[in-house]
């Protein structure tokens, strides 16, 4: 627990690559723990290296086999990588372990949404991430007023907000 510590509090210092480090030695310490690799893979994915990224997530996923987040940050992990195809099996992997797990939804929607065109397809996951989605989540009033643009456009019309600033974007999972 002392290594995680040392790493998030390096983490908020600014200091990743020692968060990295700590986060790595919290996760050799507890064989169990995916939680601290989840975070060092977070923290590669602000830097683009979705090689480590995935060796950390991979080690997580083995830790705790079909975790909905662990899966769900894959996705995001492949889908800014530019591999939409496994980015989505990901999502659909992460959906069928829970079917409720929001951010599951909220990230195959936008990969539908943005990826791959489907705007039909988006909305069905918008609409069941707005079922299941906390009232507290600050994707929320981005989503609902997307889906609800979306709903009004004839359908020749839809996907015309896409780019939008207030549009909701690929999130990793917490």
């Not at 830097?47 to 830790?63: C, I, K, Y």
């Not at 489907?118 to 996951?125: L, T, V, Y």
């Given at each position: 627990?002392?290594?995680?510590?040392?790493?998030?509090?390096?983490?908020?210092?600014?200091?990743l690559p020692e968060a990295v480090d700590a986060y790595i030695e919290a996760a050799s310490l507890d064989p169990t723990a995916s939680r601290p690799l989840e975070l060092a893979a977070q923290l590669y994915m602000q830097?683009?290296?979705?090689?480590?990224?995935?060796?950390?997530?991979?080690?997580?996923?083995?830790?705790e086999e079909y975790s909905p987040r662990i899966l769900t940050?894959?996705?995001?992990?492949?889908?800014?990588?530019?591999?939409?195809?496994?980015?989505?099996?990901?999502?659909?992997?992460?959906?069928q372990a829970d079917d409720t797990y929001s951010s599951a939804l909220y990230n195959a929607a936008v990969l539908q949404r943005d990826g791959r065109k489907?705007?039909?397809?988006?909305?069905?996951?918008f609409e069941a991430y707005l079922e299941h989605a906390v009232e507290d989540d600050?994707?929320?009033?981005?989503?609902?007023?997307?889906?609800?643009?979306?709903?009004?456009?004839?359908?020749?019309?839809?996907g015309a907000?896409?780019?939008?600033?207030?549009a909701p974007m690929v999130t990793p999972a917490v």
């Open positions: 627990m002392a290594r995680l510590n040392l790493g998030v509090a390096r983490e908020r210092a600014g200091q830097f683009d290296d979705w090689d480590g990224a995935r060796r950390m997530l991979d080690q997580a996923n083995r830790r940050t894959m996705g995001v992990v492949e889908y800014r990588a530019g591999n939409l195809d496994v980015a989505e099996a990901f999502f659909t992997a992460a959906i489907d705007m039909e397809r988006a909305i069905g996951f600050p994707r929320l009033a981005a989503v609902r007023e997307w889906v609800a643009s979306q709903r009004s456009a004839p359908t020749a019309a839809r907000a896409l780019h939008r600033e207030s």
